[in-house]
Protein backbone atom coordinates (compact mmCIF):
# COMPACT_ATOMS: atom_id res chain seq x y z
CA UNK A 1 0.00 0.00 0.00
CA UNK A 2 2.71 2.79 1.24
CA UNK A 3 4.28 1.87 -2.38
CA UNK A 4 0.89 1.98 -4.52
CA UNK A 5 0.65 5.60 -3.03
CA UNK A 6 4.43 6.67 -3.10
CA UNK A 7 3.65 5.84 -7.08
CA UNK A 8 0.49 7.51 -7.01
CA UNK A 9 1.72 10.70 -5.08
CA UNK A 10 4.76 10.89 -7.56
CA UNK A 11 2.47 10.47 -10.62
CA UNK A 12 0.41 13.26 -9.52
CA UNK A 13 3.14 15.66 -9.40
CA UNK A 14 4.48 15.34 -12.60
CA UNK A 15 1.24 15.76 -13.96
CA UNK A 16 0.97 18.91 -11.85
CA UNK A 17 4.57 19.83 -13.04
CA UNK A 18 3.53 18.95 -16.78
CA UNK A 19 0.44 20.97 -17.21
CA UNK A 20 2.35 24.34 -15.18
CA UNK A 21 4.59 24.09 -18.29
CA UNK A 22 2.35 23.60 -20.39
CA UNK A 23 0.15 26.42 -19.11
CA UNK A 24 3.53 28.52 -19.08
CA UNK A 25 4.82 27.70 -22.54
CA UNK A 26 0.89 28.47 -23.45
CA UNK A 27 1.80 31.80 -22.07
CA UNK A 28 5.08 32.62 -23.94
CA UNK A 29 3.59 31.13 -27.43
CA UNK A 30 1.15 33.57 -27.11
CA UNK A 31 -1.53 31.22 -27.41
CA UNK A 32 -4.63 33.73 -26.37
CA UNK A 33 -3.72 36.42 -28.85
CA UNK A 34 -6.08 37.50 -31.93
CA UNK A 35 -5.01 39.45 -34.53
CA UNK A 36 -7.06 41.97 -36.23
CA UNK A 37 -6.10 42.12 -40.13
CA UNK A 38 -3.73 45.33 -40.53
CA UNK A 39 -3.25 44.38 -44.62
CA UNK A 40 -0.90 46.47 -47.10
CA UNK A 41 -2.05 47.47 -50.47
CA UNK A 42 -1.42 45.57 -53.80
CA UNK A 43 -0.60 42.01 -51.91
CA UNK A 44 0.27 39.64 -54.80
CA UNK A 45 1.71 35.99 -54.00
CA UNK A 46 5.03 35.53 -55.66
CA UNK A 47 4.87 33.05 -58.53
CA UNK A 48 6.49 29.80 -57.96
CA UNK A 49 7.60 30.34 -53.83
CA UNK A 50 4.88 27.62 -52.86
CA UNK A 51 6.97 25.70 -50.56
CA UNK A 52 8.04 28.51 -48.09
CA UNK A 53 10.29 31.71 -48.52
CA UNK A 54 12.21 31.30 -44.75
CA UNK A 55 14.57 33.90 -45.02
CA UNK A 56 15.25 36.67 -47.98
CA UNK A 57 17.81 39.56 -47.85
CA UNK A 58 18.44 41.98 -50.77
CA UNK A 59 21.43 43.39 -52.37
CA UNK A 60 21.92 47.18 -52.50
CA UNK A 61 20.83 46.24 -56.45
CA UNK A 62 17.77 45.21 -55.59
CA UNK A 63 17.99 41.71 -56.05
CA UNK A 64 16.75 39.40 -53.59
CA UNK A 65 17.90 36.44 -52.91
CA UNK A 66 15.16 33.74 -50.89
CA UNK A 67 16.00 30.45 -49.58
CA UNK A 68 13.04 27.96 -50.44
CA UNK A 69 11.69 24.36 -48.86
CA UNK A 70 13.23 24.32 -45.68
CA UNK A 71 12.25 20.98 -43.75
CA UNK A 72 12.37 21.73 -40.16
CA UNK A 73 11.52 19.62 -36.98
CA UNK A 74 8.10 20.59 -35.94
CA UNK A 75 6.84 22.56 -38.87
CA UNK A 76 5.01 20.94 -41.75
CA UNK A 77 6.72 20.89 -45.21
CA UNK A 78 4.65 20.08 -48.67
CA UNK A 79 8.16 19.45 -50.79
CA UNK A 80 9.05 16.28 -51.75
CA UNK A 81 12.41 17.61 -53.30
CA UNK A 82 15.94 19.58 -52.05
CA UNK A 83 15.61 23.24 -51.26
CA UNK A 84 16.16 25.63 -53.77
CA UNK A 85 17.66 29.02 -53.39
CA UNK A 86 15.87 32.29 -55.74
CA UNK A 87 16.45 35.49 -57.00
CA UNK A 88 13.98 37.98 -57.80
CA UNK A 89 14.90 41.52 -59.39
CA UNK A 90 13.02 44.17 -57.47
CA UNK A 91 13.86 46.97 -60.43
CA UNK A 92 12.06 44.26 -62.28
CA UNK A 93 8.14 45.38 -62.35
CA UNK A 94 7.18 41.67 -62.86
CA UNK A 95 8.51 40.28 -59.41
CA UNK A 96 9.85 36.82 -61.08
CA UNK A 97 11.43 34.33 -59.33
CA UNK A 98 14.51 32.75 -61.11
CA UNK A 99 16.04 29.73 -59.56
CA UNK A 100 20.05 29.79 -58.85
CA UNK A 101 21.53 26.90 -60.38
CA UNK A 102 24.61 25.38 -58.39
CA UNK A 103 27.49 23.62 -59.33
CA UNK A 104 27.75 19.92 -59.70
CA UNK A 105 30.28 19.47 -56.71
CA UNK A 106 27.50 20.19 -54.25
CA UNK A 107 25.13 17.68 -52.93
CA UNK A 108 22.17 18.88 -54.22
CA UNK A 109 19.93 16.29 -52.73
CA UNK A 110 20.46 16.67 -49.06
CA UNK A 111 20.04 20.57 -49.54
CA UNK A 112 17.80 22.00 -46.63
CA UNK A 113 18.22 25.97 -46.28
CA UNK A 114 17.51 28.27 -43.99
CA UNK A 115 18.79 31.26 -42.71
CA UNK A 116 20.66 33.37 -45.81
CA UNK A 117 23.50 36.35 -45.40
CA UNK A 118 25.43 37.97 -47.97
CA UNK A 119 28.97 39.73 -47.84
CA UNK A 120 30.22 42.32 -50.51
CA UNK A 121 33.86 41.99 -50.81
CA UNK A 122 34.58 45.73 -51.73
CA UNK A 123 38.03 44.59 -53.14
CA UNK A 124 36.64 43.34 -56.08
CA UNK A 125 32.59 43.37 -55.45
CA UNK A 126 32.73 39.40 -54.85
CA UNK A 127 28.99 38.38 -53.75
CA UNK A 128 29.40 35.49 -51.02
CA UNK A 129 26.29 33.80 -50.17
CA UNK A 130 26.34 31.74 -46.85
CA UNK A 131 23.42 29.30 -46.05
CA UNK A 132 22.46 27.32 -42.59
CA UNK A 133 22.11 23.79 -44.13
CA UNK A 134 20.20 20.93 -42.41
CA UNK A 135 21.11 18.10 -44.47
CA UNK A 136 19.54 15.17 -42.58
CA UNK A 137 18.43 17.21 -39.37
CA UNK A 138 21.98 18.04 -38.59
CA UNK A 139 23.48 21.55 -39.06
CA UNK A 140 26.06 23.53 -41.35
CA UNK A 141 26.90 26.23 -43.03
CA UNK A 142 27.88 26.40 -46.85
CA UNK A 143 29.67 29.28 -48.20
CA UNK A 144 28.93 30.08 -52.17
CA UNK A 145 29.78 32.70 -54.46
CA UNK A 146 27.22 34.34 -56.51
CA UNK A 147 27.38 34.70 -60.25
CA UNK A 148 24.68 37.09 -60.51
CA UNK A 149 25.32 37.14 -64.77
CA UNK A 150 24.54 33.57 -64.83
CA UNK A 151 22.37 32.93 -62.17
CA UNK A 152 24.54 30.88 -60.16
CA UNK A 153 26.16 30.07 -57.34
CA UNK A 154 29.12 28.49 -56.70
CA UNK A 155 29.67 26.23 -54.02
CA UNK A 156 33.20 27.63 -51.83
CA UNK A 157 32.83 25.56 -48.46
CA UNK A 158 30.86 23.50 -45.95
CA UNK A 159 31.71 24.74 -42.16
CA UNK A 160 30.78 22.09 -39.03
CA UNK A 161 31.55 22.71 -35.66
CA UNK A 162 30.53 21.16 -32.17
CA UNK A 163 29.71 25.12 -31.07
CA UNK A 164 27.46 25.74 -34.26
CA UNK A 165 25.15 22.25 -32.81
CA UNK A 166 21.71 23.78 -33.88
CA UNK A 167 22.24 27.24 -36.26
CA UNK A 168 18.75 29.40 -37.26
CA UNK A 169 20.34 31.63 -39.00
CA UNK A 170 23.85 33.69 -39.76
CA UNK A 171 24.75 37.35 -40.58
CA UNK A 172 28.02 37.32 -42.77
CA UNK A 173 30.45 39.82 -41.48
CA UNK A 174 33.63 38.62 -43.66
CA UNK A 175 34.41 36.14 -46.58
CA UNK A 176 34.73 33.19 -44.05
CA UNK A 177 33.45 34.77 -41.23
CA UNK A 178 30.02 35.20 -39.63
CA UNK A 179 27.80 35.54 -36.28
CA UNK A 180 25.43 32.69 -35.85
CA UNK A 181 22.53 31.84 -33.72
CA UNK A 182 22.17 28.49 -32.04
CA UNK A 183 18.01 27.81 -31.40
CA UNK A 184 18.49 25.43 -29.41
CA UNK A 185 21.23 23.44 -26.63
CA UNK A 186 20.51 19.97 -27.64
CA UNK A 187 20.67 18.65 -31.14
CA UNK A 188 18.95 15.32 -31.18
CA UNK A 189 15.27 14.67 -30.34
CA UNK A 190 13.48 14.70 -27.84
CA UNK A 191 15.61 17.16 -25.57
CA UNK A 192 15.30 19.36 -28.26
CA UNK A 193 11.14 19.39 -27.67
CA UNK A 194 12.00 19.90 -23.97
CA UNK A 195 13.78 22.46 -24.01
CA UNK A 196 11.31 25.11 -24.59
CA UNK A 197 9.03 23.22 -22.56
CA UNK A 198 11.03 23.57 -19.51
CA UNK A 199 11.92 26.89 -20.26
CA UNK A 200 15.57 26.04 -20.36
CA UNK A 201 17.68 29.60 -21.66
CA UNK A 202 20.55 27.50 -22.86
CA UNK A 203 20.85 28.85 -26.37
CA UNK A 204 24.17 30.97 -27.66
CA UNK A 205 25.21 33.60 -30.38
CA UNK A 206 28.48 32.20 -31.27
CA UNK A 207 31.54 33.87 -34.05
CA UNK A 208 32.87 31.75 -36.48
CA UNK A 209 36.06 32.76 -38.34
CA UNK A 210 38.85 30.57 -39.72
CA UNK A 211 41.14 32.02 -37.35
CA UNK A 212 38.71 31.56 -34.07
CA UNK A 213 35.55 29.37 -33.54
CA UNK A 214 33.89 31.16 -29.64
CA UNK A 215 30.29 32.04 -27.69
CA UNK A 216 29.78 35.40 -27.58
CA UNK A 217 26.43 35.59 -25.91
CA UNK A 218 24.47 32.78 -24.28
CA UNK A 219 21.67 32.39 -21.61
CA UNK A 220 18.90 32.93 -24.19
CA UNK A 221 15.59 31.36 -24.58
CA UNK A 222 15.12 30.63 -28.22
CA UNK A 223 17.52 32.41 -30.47
CA UNK A 224 16.51 32.86 -33.78
CA UNK A 225 16.91 35.74 -36.62
CA UNK A 226 20.21 37.48 -36.48
CA UNK A 227 21.94 41.14 -38.48
CA UNK A 228 23.85 43.78 -38.26
CA UNK A 229 23.42 47.56 -38.01
CA UNK A 230 24.79 49.13 -41.69
CA UNK A 231 27.97 49.80 -39.88
CA UNK A 232 28.22 46.74 -38.39
CA UNK A 233 28.88 47.73 -35.14
CA UNK A 234 25.87 46.42 -33.78
CA UNK A 235 24.31 43.14 -33.54
CA UNK A 236 20.39 42.48 -33.18
CA UNK A 237 19.40 39.16 -32.22
CA UNK A 238 16.16 37.55 -32.03
CA UNK A 239 15.08 35.80 -28.76
CA UNK A 240 11.63 34.25 -30.00
CA UNK A 241 10.31 33.26 -26.54
CA UNK A 242 11.30 36.31 -25.19
CA UNK A 243 9.18 38.55 -27.33
CA UNK A 244 12.22 40.51 -27.70
CA UNK A 245 15.51 42.01 -30.02
CA UNK A 246 18.73 41.76 -28.00
CA UNK A 247 21.48 44.52 -28.82
CA UNK A 248 24.54 43.97 -28.93
CA UNK A 249 27.42 45.87 -29.52
CA UNK A 250 30.21 44.34 -31.21
CA UNK A 251 34.61 44.55 -30.24
CA UNK A 252 37.77 44.38 -31.67
CA UNK A 253 37.79 40.93 -30.97
CA UNK A 254 34.46 39.78 -31.82
CA UNK A 255 32.80 39.71 -28.72
CA UNK A 256 29.63 40.96 -27.61
CA UNK A 257 28.59 43.79 -25.09
CA UNK A 258 24.80 43.01 -24.49
CA UNK A 259 23.26 47.05 -24.30
CA UNK A 260 19.83 46.53 -24.21
CA UNK A 261 16.31 44.21 -25.06
CA UNK A 262 13.58 45.93 -27.50
CA UNK A 263 10.39 44.24 -26.78
CA UNK A 264 8.30 43.74 -29.89
CA UNK A 265 5.36 41.90 -28.67
CA UNK A 266 5.40 38.73 -30.97
CA UNK A 267 7.16 36.13 -31.89
CA UNK A 268 9.28 37.09 -34.41
CA UNK A 269 11.64 35.37 -36.83
CA UNK A 270 14.07 36.61 -39.10
CA UNK A 271 15.60 40.48 -39.02
CA UNK A 272 16.39 42.49 -42.12
CA UNK A 273 17.85 45.72 -41.79
CA UNK A 274 16.85 48.64 -44.27
CA UNK A 275 20.66 49.42 -44.95
CA UNK A 276 19.47 53.26 -45.64
CA UNK A 277 17.58 54.13 -42.73
CA UNK A 278 18.88 51.37 -40.03
CA UNK A 279 15.26 50.18 -39.32
CA UNK A 280 14.84 46.33 -38.39
CA UNK A 281 11.79 44.61 -40.40
CA UNK A 282 10.83 41.51 -38.59
CA UNK A 283 8.63 38.51 -40.00
CA UNK A 284 6.66 37.38 -36.97
CA UNK A 285 4.66 34.71 -35.51
CA UNK A 286 1.61 36.92 -33.62
CA UNK A 287 0.17 32.86 -32.25
CA UNK A 288 3.08 30.42 -32.15
CA UNK A 289 0.60 28.09 -30.51
CA UNK A 290 -1.25 28.57 -33.62
CA UNK A 291 1.96 27.52 -35.66
CA UNK A 292 2.55 24.82 -33.12
CA UNK A 293 -0.54 22.77 -33.22
CA UNK A 294 -0.64 23.50 -37.73
CA UNK A 295 -4.49 23.05 -37.52
CA UNK A 296 -5.88 23.79 -41.17
CA UNK A 297 -9.47 25.19 -39.27
CA UNK A 298 -7.39 28.27 -37.02
CA UNK A 299 -3.77 28.63 -39.04
CA UNK A 300 -1.58 30.64 -37.95
CA UNK A 301 -1.29 34.18 -38.67
CA UNK A 302 1.35 36.75 -40.11
CA UNK A 303 3.04 40.04 -38.89
CA UNK A 304 5.87 42.48 -39.85
CA UNK A 305 6.67 44.66 -37.09
CA UNK A 306 9.21 47.73 -38.07
CA UNK A 307 11.71 49.12 -35.36
CA UNK A 308 13.05 52.72 -35.81
CA UNK A 309 15.83 54.38 -34.26
CA UNK A 310 16.73 50.87 -32.00
CA UNK A 311 19.64 52.63 -30.70
CA UNK A 312 17.73 55.68 -29.44
CA UNK A 313 16.44 55.19 -25.88
CA UNK A 314 12.90 55.15 -27.02
CA UNK A 315 12.91 52.70 -30.49
CA UNK A 316 9.65 53.02 -32.13
CA UNK A 317 7.65 49.68 -32.16
CA UNK A 318 5.00 49.37 -35.05
CA UNK A 319 3.00 46.98 -36.82
CA UNK A 320 3.31 47.47 -40.72
CA UNK A 321 1.32 44.19 -41.87
CA UNK A 322 -0.79 41.49 -39.31
CA UNK A 323 -3.29 38.76 -41.62
CA UNK A 324 -5.09 36.20 -39.32
CA UNK A 325 -3.91 33.00 -41.61
CA UNK A 326 -6.48 33.29 -44.19
CA UNK A 327 -4.12 35.00 -46.77
CA UNK A 328 -0.35 34.93 -44.93
CA UNK A 329 0.52 32.02 -42.66
CA UNK A 330 3.86 31.59 -40.31
CA UNK A 331 5.26 34.62 -41.75
CA UNK A 332 9.29 34.58 -40.85
CA UNK A 333 10.91 37.59 -42.67
CA UNK A 334 9.96 41.31 -44.37
CA UNK A 335 12.51 42.23 -46.48
CA UNK A 336 12.09 46.43 -48.01
CA UNK A 337 12.78 47.58 -51.30
CA UNK A 338 11.82 50.92 -53.11
CA UNK A 339 8.66 50.95 -51.47
CA UNK A 340 7.84 47.28 -51.96
CA UNK A 341 7.55 45.05 -49.49
CA UNK A 342 8.51 40.81 -49.45
CA UNK A 343 6.87 38.83 -46.81
CA UNK A 344 8.09 35.27 -46.76
CA UNK A 345 6.93 32.42 -44.77
CA UNK A 346 8.41 28.76 -43.16
CA UNK A 347 6.33 26.47 -45.48
CA UNK A 348 3.49 28.94 -47.12
CA UNK A 349 3.45 31.52 -49.89
CA UNK A 350 5.25 34.59 -50.48
CA UNK A 351 3.81 38.13 -50.98
CA UNK A 352 4.78 41.18 -52.72
CA UNK A 353 3.12 44.32 -51.24
CA UNK A 354 2.96 47.94 -51.83
CA UNK A 355 4.89 50.29 -48.65
CA UNK A 356 3.48 53.37 -50.17
Known amino acids: MGKLLTISLFVAALAILLGERILNLRKRALASRELVQNHLPNCIPIKNLVYGSEDITILPNGLALISTGLKYPGMPSFSDGPGKIFSIDLEDPRIKPVELR ?24 TIYLFVVNHPEAKSQVEIFKFIEEDHTIVHLKT ?9 NDIVAVGAESFYATNDRYFSQEPLRLLEPLLGLAWCSLVFYSPEEVKVVSEGHSSLN ?8 RHVYAMDILEHSVRVLERQEDNS ?6 VAVGSLC ?10 DLWLGCHPNGWKLLMNDPQDPAG ?9 LSEQPLVSQVYADDGSVLIGSSVAAPYGGKLLIGTIYHKALCCDLN
Request: net charge negative; aromatic share 4%.
Open 302 to 310: SEVIRIQNI
Open 225 to 232: GINTSPDQ
Open 159 to 167: IKHALLNSV
Open 256 to 261: LISLKS
Open 102 to 125: MTRNFDMDSFNPHGISTFIDESDN
Open 269 to 278: DNIEVDQSTG
